[in-house]
């Protein structure tokens, strides 16, 4: 039976079935990651990122930060099946094929343009030079070992644990209830809130839109998490190699 509000997309189930994302576990897990990550966002906003970085401090909220979102990503993998009413293969865990690694490309690409070119809009509109905290620490990293830990955690872990969160979880829920435009708008200003800054808070929902095209158009969550995963290269790459100029 097909009860969902969302239009039929090739290759996407979106037949889901009544008992799909219903349920007390449903708005538990939910409700829970999505009240998690805007708690962390009201934090972010009354305190204030060190000047100085201890390496050693930096690495051990890195471990934090990768042992939380693990077990809630070793959460969400694990009971999706059981919300959804589909398998993880069928959500899109799936070896990708060279279609879907262009489409991830060409969505890293939209990324780049739609997230730094709206950060880069709304300095402007502000008459300011704003940089996120994140960025602001990297910057006073000299550790290489340091650097090394958070190149690896925002390339290869943080892409596969966001997607899981915004993408696999938040989107399909939002589409299984209000179609495409519901679900990527629940997605990406969860996605865009979640990284504890105001002023980034709209470019990255718009990013996050794009992570969600992405990631419908080839039904494959290796796709947006390829986009992601390229995306923050190339914010980390324009880090090392021009500070001064991000």
Not at 6 to 24: C, E, L
Not at 110 to 121: E, F, H, P, Q, R
């Amino acid at each position: 039976m097909n009860d969902s509000t969302s239009a039929t997309s090739p290759g996407w189930p979106t037949r889901w079935p009544k008992d799909s994302f219903r349920g007390f576990w449903t708005w538990l897990v939910a409700g829970f990651i999505a009240l998690l990550f805007i708690g962390l966002f009201v934090f972010s906003q009354t305190s204030k990122p060190p000047t100085n970085v201890d390496p050693l401090e930096f690495d051990l909220l890195i471990a934090f930060q990768f042992v939380l979102e693990g077990i809630l990503v070793a959460i969400v993998i694990a009971v999706m099946p059981a919300l959804s009413k589909f398998s993880l293969r069928e959500l899109g865990f799936r070896v990708p094929t060279w279609s879907n690694l262009g489409i991830a490309l060409l969505g890293a690409l939209a990324m780049v343009v739609v997230a730094n070119g709206g950060a880069t809009l709304i300095d402007r509109l502000a008459h300011s030079q704003h940089q996120q905290d994140i960025i602001q620490i990297f910057k006073g990293l000299h550790n290489t070992t340091t650097i090394e830990i958070f190149v690896v955690f925002a390339v290869i872990f943080a892409p596969f644990a966001e997607e899981t969160f915004f993408r696999l979880l938040f989107f399909n829920l939002g589409l299984r209830y209000g179609g495409f435009w519901a679900g990527a708008i629940l997605s990406g200003v969860l996605f865009g809130i979640a990284h504890g800054d105001i002023f980034a808070a709209v470019p990255l929902a718009l990013g996050g839109i794009v992570l969600c095209a992405v990631y419908y158009r080839t039904g494959n969550i290796f796709a947006s998490m390829l986009s992601h995963a390229l995306f923050n290269s190339v914010s980390i790459v324009a880090l090392l190699l021009m500070p001064k100029s991000v």
